[in-house]
């Protein structure tokens, strides 16, 4: 019994932290028009990813993952140009550390 209501409980703040993340997306993502098709993501919008980011400690697959799903479920689809992540990332934010680093090269991009 105790597993399962750990796992339940577990699965419930996952969930709920799924909720908040995206409200919060939300904001960031409310000036794109749905009908648009694709758009690039604004500098501005990209740093505000970031901080985003930053304030939950996710790293950029963390960030991108939560991203695309909820960029999918709103049926919005958005480029983030490297220039523009390079820009607002360079010397402000740490994207997961070296590990990261090493599969998600901003350098690159």
Known sequence: MKKKLA????????ALNGILWGQT???IFAPY???A??????RHSVGQLL???AAKGANVFDLLDEAGLYLKGQGLRLT????????????????????VD??????TL
């Open 7 to 14: 796992f339940g409980l577990l699965l419930g703040l996952w």
């Open 25 to 27: 997306l939300g904001g």
């Open 33 to 35: 028009d749905r009908t």
């Open 37 to 42: 098709g694709s758009q690039d993501l604004s």
């Open 51 to 53: 901080a985003w980011a």
């Open 80 to 99: 983030v140009r490297g220039d523009d992540l390079r820009a607002e990332a360079e010397g402000k934010y740490d994207l997961g550390g070296p590990r």
């Open 102 to 107: 090493a599969l998600f090269t901003l350098a």
